[in-house]
Each structure stands twice: as C-alpha cells, then as structure tokens.
C-alpha cells in the first residue's frame, strides 16, 4: 500500500490512526498542501479532487471514511464498525458529524479562500474556526452524554471509526486555540486515545515531513 500523506491534515491523519490499529504499514508519500503539490498532475492523476489523503492498493482510493472503511474490510480485525446494524449506524453518525458537518467548512482550501478572495482577516478567519468545531462538538458531546454505549471511547470500550474521526479534529481545534473544557466526555475520549501508540504514532508532529 502506498499513502499520499500531509501531516497536518485531518482527513490523512485519520487514516494513519486507521492504518495503526489495523497493524498496517503504507508507504509514504507527501504531499505538501501549503505549497500547492495536490495540484501537480502527477498527484491529480492519482485524485483528481487533488485531496490528502489517497492510497494506493488494489486500485486508488480516495476519501478518508471510504479509505478507512476499505481497510475494516479488507483486515477486519480489530473491527472499526463493531457491533449490531443500529450501533454501526451510532458510530458512522458520530464520524460523519465531524467529516460532514465540521471538517469541509474549516478545510484548509476553505480558510484560504476566506482570507484570500473574501478578504476576511485572519482574527475573524479563526473565530469561524472556532464557531463550527465549537457547534459541531455541542451536539456531539450531548451524543456521547446521552447514550449508554458511550464507553471510555465514543462507542464501548475499544476504538471505533468515531475515534478515528474525532481525534484529528480535536487535533485542529486545539491548534486554533479552542479550549475543550467545555466538553468533558470528547476531552476524556481524546485523552484515552492518545494513550495508545495507534492514535500517539499518527499525531502530526511525529510523522515525517511535519514542519
């Protein structure tokens, strides 16, 4: 497996925590999005979205839930999506409420068209940051409060596409200076996580082209 790589993004972060538990090694391959590598032609052939992460097996694959989801398949051991029909559906909605309804609208294109053609300074750039994860995470905090499979990580007691998902935008929420005081249950969830070497090995700034 080859991956195309950028440690700073969210969506590539979550596959490297995928990879880790799965016990999986990828080659590497970086693609620098502050210098606009994703738009080469050699990397558009791989995604023509020109988007990390990508990865290379069987045939190219794009989008980091589906890529995530391609590898509980293919290795399903330990399982990402355990669990009955209804609880696969919990923990896909508590993935999807982070890479749906958070992560496109504070994507680093995104950012950089606000402060770019919009003109929107940087100040007002991050309070946008701060007021979609601080929205997003409201609702996803009362998810995780609210029902009784909620375990010492977003869905029993072993890693799940949830945790996955919510650790890099954690991640990102930290690093625009938002304070997860106010959300108790993810701030114990992220803390468990990091914990493990899985979840620890992926951070950005132990991979190799972090900056």
Known sequence: MMLYDYFRSS???????????????AE????????????????????????????LDDAALTQSLAIVEYLDETHPEPPLLPGTAADRARI????????????????????????GPLGVPDEK???WYRHWVRTGFEAIETMLVGDGRTGRF?????????????VPQAYNAERFDMD???FPTIRRIVETCRALPAFA???????ADAE
Do not use: M
Not at 30 to 46: C, D, I, N, Y
Not at 154 to 166: I, K
């Open 154 to 166: 977003c869905h029993g007691d072993a890693p799940s596409l949830a945790d996955v998902v919510l």
């Open 11 to 25: 969506a590539a972060y979550r596959v490297r925590i995928a990879l880790n538990l799965k016990g999986l090694a």
């Open 125 to 127: 750039k991050n309070e």
């Open 28 to 55: 590497r391959r970086f693609v620098h999005l502050r210098k606009g590598e994703q738009r080469a032609p050699a990397f558009t052939a791989v995604n023509p979205q020109g988007l990390v992460p990508a990865l």
């Open 180 to 182: 997860l005081a106010a």
């Open 92 to 115: 896909r909605a508590l993935a999807l409420a982070v890479a749906c309804d958070i992560h496109p609208l504070n994507n680093l294109r995104v950012l950089k068209y606000l402060v």
């Open 201 to 207: 090995d992926a951070a950005p700034e132990r991979q």
